[in-house]
């Protein structure tokens, strides 16, 4: 079983389109990320939340909306994509929320035409 | 404002030799420092992480270093093998008001056959 799955692998889009990324842990973790690897491959944090609760909010422009349903979920959705926003974003969660052990998805490779 | 630093962002070395990779950070508050391995394709993973109030950690071939005074701490892998080819993140936890991750820009380390 795959302990934080991410879908879709590959999402492919037009600038301006709306866009979502699921995220799903089965580790019983209660803290979940999101993070932005840029092409060279630089790894920022997005967001996070703790049991359902917005923690961190990285400056993150507001097209951006997380939704975590439950602490096993945090989905992302991407309002009117723009051609930066073309990265890989990788869904990630811990145990707690002191950032440790993070464990991540596979990643979605995001490409904005 | 946060920052981790990394040096090198290339390392090339024979098999069997020695790889070490520096990072120094900017928050004295900081106390958690993980390293993270990621190799092509893959999601980062996390192969040693150090606490602020412990010098020196091991495990079988690698082992990581931590100088709380100069904001210093390095990844050591001995006996380097072809699988050990791969992007290496290192990582500060400082806590914002919330626990975030500052990860290193990343070193890509070849291990020659």
């Known amino acids: 079983d795959t302990a934080v799955s991410q879908t879709p692998k590959y999402l492919v889009t037009q600038m301006g389109n709306d866009k979502s990324i699921k995220c799903e842990q089965n580790l019983g973790h209660d803290t979940m990320y999101w993070y932005k690897q840029d092409s060279k491959k630089f790894l920022k944090i997005m967001f996070s939340y703790n049991n359902k609760e917005l923690i961190i909010n990285e400056t993150v422009p507001n097209r951006f909306s997380p939704k975590s349903p439950d602490k096993a979920h945090l989905n992302l959705h991407i309002n009117s994509l723009e051609l930066g926003d073309s990265a890989v974003y990788f869904c990630?969660?811990?145990?707690?929320?002191?950032?440790?052990?993070?464990?991540f998805g596979s990643g979605t490779q995001l490409s904005v035409l | 404002g946060e920052n981790v630093e990394q040096h090198p962002s290339t390392l090339s070395v024979q098999e069997g030799d020695s790889a070490v990779i520096k990072c120094t950070y900017s928050?004295?508050?900081?106390?958690?420092f993980p390293w993270y391995k990621q190799e092509l394709g893959k999601r980062p993973q996390l192969i040693i992480d150090?606490?602020?109030?412990?010098g020196e950690k091991k495990d079988q071939r690698i082992a990581v270093t931590l100088n709380k005074t100069a904001k210093h701490f390095s990844l050591h892998i001995t006996e380097t093998q072809p699988e050990d080819s791969a992007v290496y993140f290192c990582a500060a936890t400082i806590n914002t008001g919330g626990f975030k991750t500052i990860f290193g820009a990343g070193t890509r380390l070849f291990v020659k056959a």
């Open positions: 928050d004295s508050a900081s106390n958690y």
């Open positions: 150090i606490r602020s109030n412990v």
């Open positions: 990630a969660s811990s145990l707690g929320a002191t950032n440790e052990k993070l464990f």
